[in-house]
């Protein structure tokens, strides 16, 4: 049996496989409490959030292009953050328009080193995350013991809680 996309299309799948991503590695799908506005966390500098942005990028045949495309449109600054709501048309039907946007914030350094990661042989990644899988999705890992040990190239201006939200009063949390 085959699952047809409905109105949403490519969106709604990007949508669900990034979630469903972020369920496996421990992120957490809802911050807020009852009878609070909201929450968000940032994943910036854990392996963990690279190795779900790799993950949701091998969910579609086109979604390592759209995630492509949102990180892109990143500012130049390798470790800015900004949330994923904001990127809405910023690839082939990928964004949240019209949908609850995911509670986490990740980094353009990140980003770029699941990037790095859809380049290579899907294979290849899976058995060296399946390898390290307890490690890599332990929120005290950080991203640069992932890039150290699949052998990434090294951001120049990696930092593992560097950046800005876009929002100079305002940092969150990391995930827990």
Request: glycine letters at 12%; a positive charge.
């Amino acid at each position: 049996m085959a699952w047809r996309l409905g109105r949403g299309g490519e969106a709604d799948a990007f949508d669900l496989a990034l979630r469903t991503a972020a369920l496996a590695v421990g992120l957490p799908l809802e911050l807020r409490a009852p009878g609070e506005a909201g929450g968000v966390c940032d994943t910036n500098g854990q392996a963990r959030g690279v190795v779900a942005l790799w993950l949701a990028g091998q969910s579609r045949p086109g979604a390592p292009q759209g995630l492509r495309a949102i990180f892109a449109a990143q500012p130049s600054a390798p470790e800015a953050k900004r949330y994923f709501v904001e990127d809405v048309g910023a690839g082939p039907g990928v964004g949240f328009a019209g949908r609850i946007p995911p509670p986490w914030l990740y980094s353009s350094t990140d980003g770029s080193y699941a990037l790095e990661l859809l380049d290579r042989p899907a294979e290849q990644v899976a058995a060296a995350i399946r390898l390290r899988w307890g490690r890599l999705t332990n929120p005290a890992t950080p991203t640069a013991e992932l890039v150290s040990a699949l052998g990434l190239r090294p951001s120049p201006a990696f930092s593992a809680r560097s950046g800005t939200t876009g929002h100079p009063d305002w940092q969150p949390p990391p995930c827990r």
